[in-house]
């Protein structure tokens, strides 16, 4: 879903995308950053309660984060980003 919303809306070409690639290397500046939030807010069901951590560099640390923000959900509300938020 990361990589989907990432080439979708960021225009990312997928084969730039790997867990280590910057979001910076993949044009996405500070701005673009607060704005993927929302998109993972909707596209995962999440909710960020306040700013998103300034150590979102690349596109693993975003899986990370996802990864947590599902895992504080209760049980059986959604799937783990894992294998669907990573790079295919």
């Known amino acids: 879903m990361l990589t989907a919303i990432l080439h979708?809306?960021?225009g990312v070409?997928?084969?730039a995308l790997s867990p280590d690639a910057t979001l910076v290397t993949?044009?996405?500046d500070s701005l673009s950053v607060l704005e993927?939030?929302?998109k993972i807010e909707d596209g995962f069901g999440v909710k960020i309660n306040?700013?998103?951590p300034n150590d979102l560099r690349t596109v693993s640390d975003v899986?990370?984060?996802i990864d947590a923000l599902l895992a504080r959900k209760?049980?059986?509300s959604a799937d783990r980003a894992i294998g669907i938020a990573s790079i295919p």
Do not use: I, Q, S
Request: avoid cysteine.
């Open 8 to 10: 979708r809306d960021y």
């Open 13 to 15: 070409a997928r084969d």
């Open 26 to 28: 993949l044009g996405l």
């Open 36 to 38: 993927l939030m929302f």
């Open 50 to 52: 306040d700013n998103p």
């Open 63 to 65: 899986v990370n984060y």
């Open 74 to 76: 209760p049980a059986g």
